[in-house]
């Protein structure tokens, strides 16, 4: 931050204060936070205290958000209690039942495509969240499509090369 010549009005070039700060330590950063802020900084996200230092700069040289503006932002915080979507159960430490804790995680998530190449012939089973589609039949397992392809029993997870992903 430095003043002009001709007038009393500060500028604040940005690019040298952003290179000034990239060049800084995190424990720095974190320093001149708590400079310029009077309490410590929670994040460990060094671009976000980065760009969070050069705002604080600039308020300060150009005076911050306007009265409008404030007045937005107390309007629009007095209904911040309206959620978008419920919040996580952990939490709110309450235990929910999870779809996905019955799901094999070998398996893509239901919509999603198998595709295997086998004897010159490309493959391509869809996963239903009951099931499997192969050729416009719906089997129960993996196995049953490998045995209508080779004719003999063969493990499904193993014909379709998904035992290595097994969690």
């Known amino acids: 931050m430095t003043p002009t010549g001709d007038t009393t009005e500060e ?14 330590t995190m424990a720095a950063l974190k320093r001149r936070y708590r400079q310029a802020t009077g309490h ?19 308020a300060a ?10 007045a937005l932002a107390a309007a629009l915080a007095n209904d911040a209690s309206i959620r978008a979507s419920p919040p996580r159960a952990r939490v709110l430490g309450v235990q929910t039942p999870n779809a996905d804790a019955t799901r094999d995680l070998r ?3 239901p919509g999603h495509a198998i595709v295997r190449r086998y004897k010159g012939e490309t493959l391509r089973v869809t996963v239903l ?26 493990n499904g997870y193993r014909f379709f090369r998904l035992l290595k992903e097994a969690a």
């Open 11 to 24: 500028t604040f070039d940005v690019a040298s204060e952003l290179e000034q700060l990239e060049s800084l």
């Open 40 to 58: 410590d900084s929670k994040t460990r996200n060094r671009q976000y205290l980065i760009r969070r230092l050069i705002w604080i700069a600039q």
């Open 61 to 70: 040289v150009h005076g911050g958000l306007g009265e409008d503006a404030l």
């Open 107 to 109: 398996l893509p998530r």
């Open 129 to 154: 969240s009951q099931g499997f589609e192969f050729r416009g039949e719906r089997y129960d397992s993996l196995s049953a499509i490998a045995k209508a392809v080779t004719g003999s029993h063969v």
